[in-house]
């Protein structure tokens, strides 16, 4: 080689060494990243940035992470530390933070728990044996004398929603109030303990006695009726009436219809509340509303001496996966109602009717009494309708001149977890609607948009047992086919070279 060549070729080396230098600066000065996820997941929202911009003095973030964890854990690292980048660069330097890995020695570890980040046990795979290891996955922000804490950072939990309502959380002086009506057989707010974890964040919930002052009753934005059991008296419903006509938000989580597992009987329900919604224009229908997409409930079959469970399908539980384009119901995959009934709107053009929730393609009514009858066989016949709406936006002028509105669920249950030692734990979209709907009514910052900005299972679509069938066979046959296809082309061509090469003047 010579050294002119070897001049040039040092010279190119030297050339790309400075400009991956140079770019390495540049990305630790000037940090951004791409996002091509369909949520945006890796994007701050303009709720977040809203946030750290009104920040008027820092928040220090301490994240206890273990380093050494399993590689679906080390990705959760991995994000929240380019999260917490973004947060820095977001706030003007007002976001300070730091990891710590709290396995390194007793006394930090001892100090993470004091913090209140406690440790959580998780299956490792070491030398084909699979073994428990203690790990921290715990955040502690600190403002001022303030502090708040996310516990454990699981595989797909809405960093940003948590990131964000813990620094908003520290940064507000008093809470809003939300009103909880107690006096009709409602819940309390104890039977709700997933929801009002989620509003304990942002809220200050209070019960809520209807038969206060209208002056009382006006300091809360937003009140909700969550699954009343008993009639609501006339002065209470007008006291409604005057809450709306000041501009008042209402939640409502009505059942029309219940079922009795315990008699297998299906019946209707009155408080009053209906022919109040009726006279808004807002018909919630005395039936049950059945899916072929639905849950299933479990019976008991015995088969000599054993006895076990079976899980059957039961189409007055439908799972609900077609949503309206709104922020109550953006990111939501799958609610399942109990035995919700249809809702209509009869009202005029003054009024904004928007349908949150809609039951499938396959669905249909039933109107009360009914009884249950496990050993149904449900077929097409059974599901006329299409796309009935079991959740509904009212809004408009609904009461007097000033703008109001109402939210309605025609499931009073869907939320509700129970009290006593078991209490029946709901999935996140379930409450995310609850807490959603609250929100939207009455926070303005938009940190609804974040509560289900994760990752979240996307399961296919149920099919037909014939097409289940042709799919199977599909994949079983389809190789094969290709594999003879292929054989048969291959055989003809050596067979084409033979005959080529016994011809007379082949060369």
Request: aromatic share 8%; glycine share 8%; charged share 20%.
């Amino acid at each position: 080689m010579s050294k002119k060549n070897f001049k040039s070729i040092s010279t190119q080396i030297l050339v790309i060494i400075g400009i991956v230098v140079v770019v390495n600066i540049l990305a630790d000065q000037f940090y951004f990243r791409l996002d091509f996820t369909a949520d945006k997941r890796y994007t701050l929202s303009k709720a977040t940035r809203d946030i750290l911009e009104s920040l008027n003095e820092p928040v220090t973030i301490t994240a206890y992470f273990t380093e050494d964890v399993p590689q679906q854990l080390m990705k959760v690292r991995k994000d929240f530390r380019e999260l917490l980048v973004e947060y820095a660069n977001a706030s003007g330097g007002n976001v300070v933070y730091e990891f710590v890995d709290p396995s390194k020695s007793p006394e930090m570890e001892q100090k993470a728990m004091q913090e209140g980040v406690m440790p959580s046990i998780v299956n490792v795979r070491e030398r084909d044996q699979m073994t428990q290891k203690r790990v921290f996955l715990g955040v502690v922000m600190k403002k001022g004398d303030e502090k708040d804490i996310i516990p454990v950072l699981q595989p797909g939990t809405a960093m940003e929603y948590a990131l964000s309502s813990g620094i908003k959380k520290l940064s507000i002086i008093e809470k809003p109030l939300i009103g909880y009506v107690q006096g009709h057989g409602e819940p309390s707010r104890a039977a709700l303990q997933q929801a009002m974890s989620s509003l304990d964040i942002l809220y200050d919930v209070k019960d809520v006695d209807l038969n206060n002052s209208i002056a009382d009753l006006s300091k809360y934005p937003t009140i909700a009726i969550v699954a009343p059991a008993d009639t609501f008296p006339l002065n209470q419903l007008e006291n409604l009436d005057q809450y709306l006509a000041q501009g008042g938000s209402l939640f409502i989580a009505l059942n029309r219809v219940e079922g009795d597992f315990s008699t297998a009987q299906g019946k209707s329900v009155y408080t009053g509340l209906e022919d109040w919604l009726s006279s808004k224009g807002l018909i919630i229908d005395n039936n049950f509303v059945v899916d072929a997409n639905c849950g299933t409930v479990g019976v008991q079959q015995k088969s000599g001496f054993m006895n076990f469970t079976t899980q059957i399908s039961f189409p007055y539980l439908p799972r609900i996966k077609t949503f309206g384009d709104h922020p109550i119901t953006k990111g939501l995959e799958e609610v399942m109602l109990y035995f919700p009934s249809s809702i209509n709107f009869t009202g005029d053009t003054s009024l904004a009717f928007t349908p949150l929730a809609r039951s499938s393609g396959k669905s249909g009514t039933i109107s009360p009494p009914v009884y249950f009858d496990i050993n149904k066989k449900w077929g097409q016949p059974d599901f006329p309708l299409a796309g009935l709406t079991v959740g509904a936006v009212l809004s408009g002028t609904i009461q007097g001149n000033t703008e109001s509105t109402i939210v309605v669920i025609s499931d009073g249950d869907f939320a509700v977890n129970g009290e006593g030692q078991r209490p029946q734990q709901q999935s996140p979209d379930n409450v995310s609607l609850l807490v959603n709907s609250i929100d939207w009514l009455s926070d303005e910052t938009g940190l609804i948009e974040l509560r289900t900005k994760a990752v979240t299972s996307r399961p296919l679509d149920p099919l037909e047992d014939g097409r289940k069938t042709f799919l199977k066979w599909l994949n079983f046959l389809l190789p094969i086919v290709i594999i003879i296809i292929l054989g048969i082309i291959r055989s003809q061509r050596k067979r084409n070279i033979r005959v080529k090469r016994m011809e007379e003047g082949y060369v």
